[in-house]
């Protein structure tokens, strides 16, 4: 698969964000910046599957957790991977895609569903250079209780969620998904359960992609 463009236009509207992120500690303190980690959770199937087909994908060990810090170079860099993976692979089922229920893989035939975009997402920001620390695969709850997964990006301006379903990059407070668990910031094969204080509804405003 191609590298993303270094090219690709990130819009002011991203500028703007990063901006208003950063005007001051009184607007910061009226959000939940940051969800509340709960005991250690199981592993999904699909990220057990992935790593015994891909172990040098999920190698590496304990390590120390560790934020980024959301520079405006930082939150050009993830708009702009963001919305490359999101162009570029198409929805598909993984029961259409593979005959099976649930596979996780990388989407290297352009095809994948929500996890796939997840790694793909992942594995380029890595790439470029970010923590693997920071980067945290999630599940979470849509309205009608089917599973969907997101990556969440952990900065000191709060947890950003990267999502298939939705263009713009949110805080995790913005999305209205309700949060289950995600990979734990020491190891990656740890899972820890999320306590989300709100009702566990979700939205999709942009099209649906079939997962």
């Known amino acids: 698969m191609k590298l993303v463009p270094k090219g690709t236009p990130v819009g002011l509207a991203a500028f703007a964000i ?5 005007s001051g500690a009184a607007a910061a303190s009226e959000r939940v910046l940051f969800a509340a980690i709960g005991e250690t959770s199981r592993a999904p199937i699909g990220w057990i599957e992935f790593c015994a087909a891909n172990p040098k994908e999920c190698s590496g060990g304990e390590t120390i957790p560790h934020d980024v810090v959301m520079s405006g170079k930082a939150w050009k860099d993830l708009v702009r991977i963001n919305k490359w993976v999101n162009e ?10 593979w005959g099976t229920v649930e596979k996780w893989s990388y989407p290297e035939d352009g095809y ?11 594995k380029l920001l890595i790439q470029a250079g970010w923590p693997r620390e920071a980067l945290l695969v999630t599940v979470v709850r849509e309205r ?3 599973g969907h997964a997101v990556l969440t990006v952990k900065t000191d301006k709060g947890e950003f969620v990267l999502d298939n379903q939705h263009p713009e990059i949110l805080l995790w407070t913005e999305t209205n998904y309700r949060f289950v668990k995600r990979q734990s910031q020491a190891d990656p094969n740890v899972w820890v359960s999320l306590g989300d204080p709100r009702p566990a509804v979700a939205t999709a405003t942009s099209p649906r992609a079939e997962r």
């Open 112 to 122: 994948g569903d929500c996890e796939d975009y997840v790694l793909l997402k992942r």
């Open 18 to 22: 990063i901006a208003a992120l950063t």
């Open 144 to 146: 009608n209780g089917d």
């Open 88 to 97: 570029t692979v198409k929805p598909i089922t993984d029961l259409d895609h």
